[in-house]
């Protein structure tokens, strides 16, 4: 076994779709480096053609089954195959955020549709074209939040907070990946996912300070801290590895 090669992703054909995002984007450069041909794929055209020339852009809104679906006509047409698919496109409404008690219910619900909702026609979509060659890695992205409550001690003195509903999409989103895991798993079609801590992204100076002293590590992480995990994930180097959740925090988690 060479094992210098086992993250090596030459040849492989990806999908990242959310990749105009602050992590998106990263991923996105980090599979190419790695060798794949990666579809940077996102509703943000404009944003999204700033990702590096090497990587195709495409537009996707991942919460119209035609738009995924004509992504996949399009890998399928060009490519003959589709080796690993990634998860990470973030929508929410403009009242995301709310306090609780000011989130409506039209408003949950459509947070729910759109994120929790927009995974599964992506994964339903990937995993059934994987299905052909028996084989492919499907990543999604969950969060701290969707295996612990919040902090919200970190966010006084700060008009920030988490929003309600992404607590119950991305714990969710992590059961969910262990669903597909187990019932995929017969095709050689790994489903896992990467949840993360705080990513640092200019965010309010006293929400930083708090967040920073209570993680074992003692900063937020940063976006290549990331991508790392999602590397594994799509590589032969996680090749027995599916239905698992791959927390990246810090340290938040343990205390």
Wanted: aromatic share 12%; net charge positive.
């Amino acid at each position: 076994m060479k094992y210098d090669k086992i993250f090596s992703l030459k040849g492989k054909v990806a999908v990242v779709a959310g990749s105009a995002g602050l992590i998106g984007r990263e991923i996105a450069e980090g599979l190419a480096e790695c060798g794949a041909d990666v579809i940077a794929a996102d509703i943000r055209e404009k944003k999204n053609r700033k990702v590096k020339k090497r990587i195709s852009s495409r537009y996707l809104d991942i919460t119209k089954e035609e738009s995924v679906s004509s992504l996949i006509d399009f890998i399928d047409e060009r490519y003959g195959k589709l080796d690993i698919w990634v998860n990470c496109a973030y929508p929410r409404t403009r009242d995301w955020g709310n306090a609780f008690e000011k989130v409506s219910l039209n408003s949950w619900r459509k947070n729910v549709d759109m994120h929790l909702n927009g995974y599964f026609i992506c994964c339903k979509n990937a995993a059934e074209y994987m299905k052909k060659r028996k084989s492919g890695s499907i990543i999604n992205f969950g969060s701290i939040y969707g295996i612990l409550g919040p902090q919200f001690s970190v966010y006084k003195g700060t008009k920030m907070t988490v929003a309600a509903p992404y607590s119950a999409i991305k714990g969710g989103i992590i059961n969910f990946t262990r669903y597909l895991a187990s019932y995929y798993g017969k095709y050689n079609i790994r489903v896992n996912c990467v949840s993360p801590g705080g990513v640092y992204d200019k965010q309010n100076k006293l929400f930083i300070k708090q967040y920073k002293d209570r993680t074992p590590l003692g900063r937020m992480a940063d976006k290549e801290d990331i991508i790392g995990g999602a590397l594994y994930m799509a590589s032969d180097a996680s090749k027995y590895v599916t239905g698992h959740n791959l927390i990246i925090d810090g340290g938040w988690s343990i205390i």
